[in-house]
């Protein structure tokens, strides 16, 4: 059993920068991928990133890549999305989201998911 809680979000202009943690309770978390979700307003959750157990295999979507970066601290058990050059359309409740084994952008394939943290950008 894996707990996630979520927190950093905020209130940011447009081209500004926020990182978002995710801390995990139990003792396996280094044996869990880690995903980054989020969801807008009238809109289906949608993939974000994700990283391997180890940290060394990370995926991201084209809308993110090169803005967003995913990693990992297992001895803190705390996942992290650092997201810079935010746009309006980043705007959505950000969700962190855990699986055993592979990494994956399907979010069908995660086990365990945290209650989500507010992104606003604001133009």
């Known amino acids: 059993q894996v707990q996630l809680v979520e927190s950093g979000g905020g209130l940011v202009q447009a081209g500004g920068s926020l990182r978002l943690s995710c801390a995990a309770s139990?003792?396996?978390?280094?044996?869990?991928?880690m995903g980054w979700f989020r969801q807008a307003p009238g809109k289906e959750r949608e993939f974000v990133a994700t990283i391997s157990w180890s940290g060394l295999e990370t995926y991201y979507p084209d809308s993110v890549k090169g803005r967003f970066t995913i990693s990992r601290d297992n001895a803190k058990n705390t996942v992290f999305l650092q997201m810079n050059t935010l746009k309006p359309e980043d705007t959505a409740v950000y969700y962190c989201?855990?699986?055993?084994?592979?990494?994956?952008?399907?979010?069908?394939?995660?086990?365990?998911w945290g209650q989500g943290t507010q992104v606003t950008v604001s133009s």
């Open positions: 139990g003792r396996t978390f280094s044996s869990y991928a």
């Open positions: 989201a855990a699986k055993y084994g592979s990494i994956s952008r399907r979010k069908n394939d995660y086990d365990y």
